[in-house]
């Protein structure tokens, strides 16, 4: 191989290394001694049920799905617990239609609180005491047809929940 050829092996070698990448969950701010990972029911302050029912699920599968630690049920045998509440939950209309003056569009805004606590030791390794979500939706006008996708939309938040949880405590933001 000529010089040439060399300095650009080495040259490559040098920035491919240095670039910054890395595999996704493998580099977490989290004590290696957290393993497991209990997610119980969350809180709720508000009227709304039905988020505080998915919640624990949704972010369990994602844990599960994007990092290498075990979820398990019981907070007393878990590394870690993550808790969380429900602190607001509002439904407004954003655009009517004209001609029957009915919501066409609503949005729904979720406030939460979660904190990922070292069972352990008590210190708390993750916190986010303000977390909003929205997410918009079609109502359809008309009553013959009309079909509540206010559930749906609750679970696409929730998913949205979920992922950026699971991002937040590995990136540490």
Not at 84 to 102: E, K, M, V
Not at 156 to 169: E, K, L, P, T, Y
């Amino acid at each position: 191989m000529s010089k040439v050829g060399q300095f650009l092996a080495a040259w490559l070698a040098l920035i491919s290394a240095s670039c910054g990448y890395r595999f996704a969950a493998t580099d977490t701010v989290l004590p290696k001694t957290v393993r497991t990972i209990s997610i119980p029911a969350f809180n709720n302050l508000t009227t709304r049920y039905k988020l505080t029912d998915q919640l624990p699920d949704i972010i369990s599968r994602e844990f599960i799905t994007r990092t290498r630690y075990r979820v398990v049920s019981d907070p007393n045998t878990a590394d870690a617990v993550l808790r969380g509440a429900i602190i607001n939950y509002s439904f407004n209309p954003t655009i009517f239609d004209q001609l029957t003056g009915r919501a066409a569009f609503a949005e729904l805004h979720v406030t939460l609180a979660d904190t990922l606590t070292e069972r352990a030791t008590g210190k708390v390794l993750f916190s986010r005491p303000n977390f909003e979500v929205r997410e918009t939706y079609q109502i359809t006008p008309t009553a013959p047809q009309y079909f509540e996708e206010s559930d749906p939309a609750l679970k696409r938040a929730g998913q949205q929940v979920a992922r950026s949880i699971v991002s937040a405590v590995l990136e540490n933001f």
